[in-house]
């Protein structure tokens, strides 16, 4: 996953660029809105070829040359990438301009790490509709091994094709779990991706639904606990036995 980010701000660029990197994203940094139009130049030549070199665009509003707002629009003209708006300004109207012109989506700062890596797998999610992902027909569900699938766009799951009843809350656990199958992640980084940005309280609930993904989707995927971290999601084969 390669993010172009775009910050004239050293230390909000650094620290958003180790944060990145530490979640697995490749990340190219420019200062100016310049670079970015730069870089969408290469988005444009590149997406005659089938590749795109980057997956999202961060963008910063407030510049040292263009006017972030410009950027936004011409970027969007020329490409389809995925645009997050990131910027210091609260102001509503900013937030309905960057929409209209095009963004994914809207941070304000300050915000947290983890908070934008959410949005970053949000518009992604949202951006790639069909053809991305192991083991996706085109337009259909996520296969997961050989006996769950996961139709995003309905928000619908399957377990040996027929349809397993989930609260919104375990389909939302199930869903962030599945996006890297076989990665570990932590208490704090379900919580917040599927509660709430800001929980501090016990993650006992995250349990209650983990047990209740257990039994309803047995001998499809396993989840580990590894404790006093969190939890591992593997895909399960079709010999495998129930975890
Ligand atoms: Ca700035």
Redesign the pocket.
Known sequence: MRVLLV???EPVAQSLRRGLVRYGFAVEWVRTGGEALTAAGQLNGTELNGTEPYDVVLL?L??PDVEGLDVCRALRERSAVPIIVISARSDEADRVVGLELGADDYVTKPFGMREVIARIRAVMRRARPAGAGAGRAPGGPDRYGPRLTIDRRAGRVHLDGSPVALTPKEYDLLGFLTEEPGALMSREQIMEAVWDAHWFGPTKTLDVHVAALRRKLAGAVAIEAVRGVGFRLEILDAGARPA
């Open positions: 910050e004239d701000d910063d407030g510049l």
